[in-house]
């Protein structure tokens, strides 16, 4: 099921399909899942769920010497029907969808003072999504966010992030059932940002949940996005695409736990590198429970490195404790940029800079044309051409 | 007249940390309107001279000169070739992921005649070359290459070839792999290419059989690096009854 695997210096792919008694996806934390920050020890960087992360680029997030101030605004643009409420940290709806299993995501869940809730009633179909602008402005903040979708519920979310800020968050997407939930999660930070993020998506009978996280600046961007199943028949599709530059750094962990029989996953993750020290890490677990039978799963990851001096991580993990499964299988690839393509298109006229641009373009295209939503696909689009330009002027 | 001139080119390429010379002096001209054929056994250096004279970025050229019109090839990058009237047919044509067909001959169409081709012209003129060579129309929605049989990849070229229009076209083995229809079809294209007298084609090919379909006015027998005999159409014959063995064996004489 794993497919052949090319690898080029400066990248790392370690990939496994273990049939198990036990997931080691849930023992190789260094501490059980917690709301409490205490809970978990200050990291020293050895640990597996850190060892990829450069900690001292963190600005304190993960050792308690962060602190918050002004200068995180959220605004939210939402349809008609749809609420939208700051609530306190006593609100029943937070924490439902998953519990913080690192450090920094305990610290968000331990520091933050108000939490942003958006409900989208049950039954309501919106035509328009819902736009979430996050912008900093050189603030350092804590962060709840819930979306809730009541059964048969449909809505697009957008959340675009922008500016400069220091932000730990967790965000919670409740889908009831037969709901559809598409979010999109914008990370266009300016350079020094630095954002760790655990997404929890709960997905409900029967509903349908697709992500698709976009990484393009920031300092430090570490997302987890999770998913587990409320009921049988749910679905998930998480996709990403990332452009790691020079000294970025740019890591997605994901997880799928199949603990409900007859549900599917697709995972599809690709970025591009280009730059000294641009660093992208992937981690793929996707964990099938002995009772998840049914279960359809795949999972893949491919990077593009465009240029020396940059580095992938790679690793993908399906663990399987059931074999009445439909289908389980991973792949991930780390390739150059393949001079061969360049010179096919070169001896055809085609300058070297469009070319380059062309080979990108494919390289993404197949996963933009996933996302379903004509304007987020254009504007990535523009976003990749504009990563590009910057790279070849 | 478009003339293209190879003078006594050496090309080395470098493989497991050793320097080595494949092409040892290949001396050849190519006028506008002529067809070259360029005959040899397998490892004789024939795709290095294609690849080359294209300006791939493995090969070394450590001597000799390459004109065309008396302009210096070897000086100019891969698409300044191209842009110049040069046009290389490949052997194995690259996949090119997630780029269509029709995005890619229009982005090259654009870049060869500089300025985009009217659009509505351009979708006919497309659509009726891809009908002379037998594609189906979908190919112009697949992406470059990809999953294509050996010989759908060589119609690919050849379609090219039809809509580029360059001074000098290298068409590298494109005969190898084809089934005698695709063969046929395939020639056409060339033979349409070739008609209307603006073109100077070098034929490289291993096997004499697509000389009965495009007629060269001048055979070449490559060996070794270099061109060992050069002659009029009986000479293919005479490969044909005979092989390349008197060419392999003994070294080659001029
Ligand atoms: N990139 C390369 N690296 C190492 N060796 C090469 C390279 N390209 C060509 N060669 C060597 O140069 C020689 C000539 O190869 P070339 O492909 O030009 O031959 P050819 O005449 O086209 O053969 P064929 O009929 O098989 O297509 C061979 O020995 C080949 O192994
Ligand atoms: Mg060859």
């Given at each position: 099921?794993?497919?052949?695997?090319?690898?080029?210096?400066?990248?790392?792919t370690a990939?496994?399909?273990?049939?198990?008694?036990?997931s080691?996806v849930?023992?190789?934390?260094?501490?059980?899942?917690?709301?409490?920050?205490?809970?978990?020890?200050?990291?020293h960087?050895?640990?597996e769920?850190?060892?990829?992360t450069?900690?001292?680029?963190?600005?304190?997030?993960?050792?308690?010497?962060a602190v918050?101030?002004e200068g995180?605004?959220?605004?939210?643009?939402?349809?008609?029907?749809?609420?939208?409420?700051?609530?306190?940290?006593?609100?029943?709806?937070?924490g439902?969808?998953?519990?913080p299993?690192?450090?920094?995501?305990?610290?968000a869940?331990?520091?933050?003072e108000?939490?942003?809730?958006?409900?989208?009633?049950?039954?309501?179909?919106?035509?328009?999504?819902?736009?979430?602008?996050?912008?900093?402005?050189?603030?350092?903040?804590f962060?709840?966010?819930?979306?809730?979708?009541?059964?048969?519920a449909?809505?697009?979310?957008?959340?675009?992030?922008?500016?400069?800020a220091?932000?730990?968050?967790?965000?919670?997407?409740?889908l009831?059932?037969?709901?559809?939930?598409?979010v999109?999660?914008?990370?266009?930070?300016d350079?020094?940002?630095?954002?760790?993020a655990?997404?929890?998506?709960?997905?409900g009978?029967?509903a349908?949940?697709?992500?698709?996280?976009?990484?393009?600046?920031?300092?430090?961007?570490r997302l987890?996005p999770?998913?587990?199943?409320?009921?049988?028949?749910?679905e998930?599709?998480?996709?990403?695409?990332?452009?790691?530059?020079?000294?970025?750094?740019?890591?997605?962990?994901?997880l799928?736990?199949?603990?409900?029989?007859?549900?599917?996953?697709n995972?599809?993750y690709?970025?591009?590198?280009?730059?000294?020290?641009?660093?992208?890490?992937?981690?793929?677990?996707v964990l099938?429970?002995a009772?998840?039978?049914g279960t359809?799963?795949?999972?893949?990851?491919?990077?593009l490195?465009?240029?020396?001096?940059?580095r992938?991580d790679?690793?993908p993990?399906?663990?399987?404790?059931t074999?009445?499964?439909?289908?389980?299988g991973?792949?991930?690839?780390?390739?150059?940029?393949?001079?061969?393509?360049?010179?096919y298109?070169?001896?055809?006229?085609?300058p070297?800079?469009?070319?380059?641009?062309?080979?990108?373009?494919?390289?993404?295209?197949?996963?933009?044309?996933?996302?379903?939503?004509?304007?987020?696909?254009?504007r990535?689009?523009?976003?990749?051409?504009?990563?590009?330009?910057a790279?070849?002027? | 007249?478009?003339?293209l001139e190879?003078r006594?080119?050496?090309?080395?390429?470098?493989?497991?940390?050793?320097?080595?010379?494949?092409?040892k002096?290949?001396?050849l001209t190519v006028?506008?309107?002529?067809?070259h054929?360029?005959?040899?056994?397998n490892?004789?250096?024939?795709?290095?001279?294609?690849?080359?004279?294209?300006g791939?970025?493995?090969?070394?050229?450590?001597?000799?000169?390459?004109?065309?019109?008396?302009?210096?090839?070897?000086e100019?990058s891969?698409?300044?070739?191209?842009?110049?009237g040069?046009f290389?047919?490949?052997q194995?044509p690259?996949?090119?992921?997630?780029?269509?067909?029709?995005?890619f001959?229009?982005?090259?169409?654009?870049?060869?005649?500089?300025?985009?081709?009217?659009?509505?012209?351009?979708?006919k003129e497309?659509?009726?070359?891809?009908?002379?060579?037998n594609?189906?129309?979908?190919?112009?929605?697949?992406?470059?290459?990809?999953?294509?049989?050996?010989g759908?990849?060589?119609?690919?070229?050849?379609?090219?070839?039809?809509?580029?229009?360059?001074?000098?076209?290298?068409?590298?083995?494109?005969?190898?792999?084809?089934?005698?229809d695709?063969?046929?079809?395939?020639?056409?294209?060339?033979?349409r290419?070739?008609?209307?007298?603006?073109?100077?084609?070098?034929?490289?090919t291993?096997?004499?059989?697509i000389?009965?379909?495009?007629?060269p006015d001048?055979?070449?027998?490559?060996?070794?690096?270099?061109?060992?005999?050069?002659?009029?159409?009986?000479?293919?014959d005479?490969?044909?009854?005979?092989?390349?063995?008197?060419y392999?064996?003994?070294?080659?004489?001029?």
């Open positions: 099921m794993a497919e052949a695997q090319n690898i080029p210096v400066g990248s790392t990939g496994s399909i273990a049939v198990a008694a036990e080691t849930v023992s190789r934390m260094s501490a059980p899942p917690s709301f409490d920050v205490a809970d978990f020890p200050v990291p960087g050895r640990e769920e850190w060892r990829f450069p900690l001292e680029r963190l600005r304190g997030l993960h050792d308690g010497t918050a101030t995180l605004k959220v605004d939210v643009q939402a349809p008609e029907g749809v609420t939208v409420a700051t609530v306190g940290r006593d609100d029943v709806r937070l439902k969808a998953g519990t299993v690192d450090r920094v995501a305990a610290q869940y331990s520091a933050f108000k939490a942003g809730v958006i409900t989208v009633p049950k039954e309501t179909v919106l035509t328009e999504p819902i736009r979430v602008a996050v912008h900093g402005e050189g603030g350092t903040a962060a709840h966010q819930v979306i809730e979708l009541g059964a048969f449909e809505a697009v979310v957008v959340i675009d992030h922008t500016g400069d220091v932000l730990a968050a967790n965000v919670d997407y409740i009831g059932d037969g709901a559809k939930l598409t999109v999660s914008v990370q266009d930070w350079d020094k940002a630095v954002h760790v655990q997404h929890n998506a709960l997905i009978r029967d349908s949940f697709k992500s698709v996280v976009v990484t393009f600046g920031g300092d430090v961007v987890h999770r998913v587990t199943y409320a009921g049988t028949g749910g998930a599709e998480l996709f990403g695409l990332y452009f790691t530059d020079a000294g970025q750094h740019q890591e997605h962990r994901l799928v736990t199949h603990n409900t029989p007859h549900c599917k996953s995972v599809v690709k970025g591009a590198l280009q730059g000294d020290d641009a660093h992208a890490v992937w981690i793929g677990d099938i429970e009772k998840a039978e359809d799963t795949y999972e893949m990851n491919r990077n490195v465009l240029t020396d001096g940059a992938v790679s690793v993990n399906l663990e399987i404790e074999g009445e499964i439909v289908g389980a991973h792949a991930s690839a780390t390739g150059r940029f393949d001079d061969e393509q360049l010179f298109l070169m001896a055809r006229g085609i070297e800079h469009e070319a380059r641009r062309l080979v990108v373009r494919g390289f993404f295209a197949e996963l933009v044309q996933q996302i379903g939503i004509e304007d987020i696909e254009e990535l689009i523009a976003r990749i051409e504009e990563e590009l330009e790279s070849v002027a | 007249m478009a003339t190879i006594d080119l050496r090309v080395t390429v470098e493989a497991d940390n050793a320097t080595k010379e494949i092409l002096g290949v001396d006028k506008q309107g002529e067809t054929a360029i005959m040899g056994p490892g004789s250096g024939k795709s290095t001279l294609a690849y080359s004279l294209a791939h970025p493995k090969y070394t050229i450590t001597g000799g000169t390459v004109t065309l019109d008396g302009e210096d090839v070897l100019m891969v698409d300044e070739r191209a842009r110049a040069l290389l047919a490949m194995y690259v996949e090119v992921p997630g780029v269509s067909v029709s995005n001959l229009r982005t090259s169409a654009t870049a060869i005649r500089g300025e985009a081709p009217k659009l509505r012209t351009w979708v497309v659509k009726e070359a891809m009908e002379r060579l594609m189906d129309p979908s190919f112009a929605e697949r992406n470059v290459n990809e999953g294509f049989s050996g759908e990849k060589k119609r690919h070229e050849i379609l090219q070839l039809e809509l580029l229009k360059p001074k000098i076209a290298i068409l590298d083995e494109t005969d190898s792999g084809l089934d005698v695709a063969l046929r079809v395939v020639s056409e294209g060339v033979n290419v070739r008609e209307t007298g603006e073109v100077g084609t070098l034929l490289i291993h096997y004499t059989r000389l009965r379909y495009i007629k001048h055979v070449h027998v490559f060996a070794a690096g270099r061109i060992a005999e050069s002659g009029g159409p009986e000479l293919a005479k490969l044909e009854a005979e092989g390349y063995e008197a392999t064996k003994g070294g080659a004489s001029a």
